[in-house]
């Protein structure tokens, strides 16, 4: 981890800005798991060149998340070990890239420590060229809009169509879904 250790802000304001080809990867984690990186990607800003490593208590974490804190310090090391063992997969080319041809698989977070009700979390550095330094072709939900979500497929959903939105601007365009 980096020397030095910046406070996780929680703020429903901030942006969690992302390509959207990370955000069409393929991923599948939890709820709480998803909400616990969101909280970690909106604490990058477009000046940022690096990324920070980032500490925060269990009861701020529990607050901002709307959960009981009990909970959360019964199932902290579950979500983080799970975080850092995630993968996403993303398809290397964009979606015109002959399907199985190139692809690219890395993990989220390189590391989680918890130390006496701190949590301390990095971002890989894998996933810089989706986060740092965005000129086109991502979306940026707000903080709050993404911690309002009850399911973590409802919040790939609202991801994905801003993320469609993005790419179709200035379009009419139309979604078909079925259950």
Known sequence: MADKNYSLQYDPT??????????????KM??????????????????????????????????????????LYRDLEGICTSLCSQVVKI??????????????????????M???????????????????ELEAHYAQPFLGTLMTFRSYYATRLYQYLLADIGAKWGKIYEWNFTC
């Open 30 to 71: 939890s709820l709480r798991e998803a909400q616990l990186l969101f909280i970690a990607i909106a604490q990058v800003v477009h000046d940022d060149k690096d990324f920070k490593t980032y500490t925060t208590t269990v009861p701020e974490l529990a607050t901002f998340m709307e959960i009981d804190e009990n909970s």
């Open 114 to 132: 918890y130390d006496n009700g701190k949590l301390t979390l990095r971002l890989s550095d894998d996933i810089k060229p989706y986060l740092l």
């Open 14 to 27: 901030y942006r969690v800005a992302t390509a959207n080809d990370l955000i069409k990867g393929r991923q």
């Open 91 to 112: 398809q290397v080319g964009g979606e015109n890239a002959k399907k199985g041809k190139k692809w690219k698989i890395f993990h989220w977070v390189s590391s989680a």
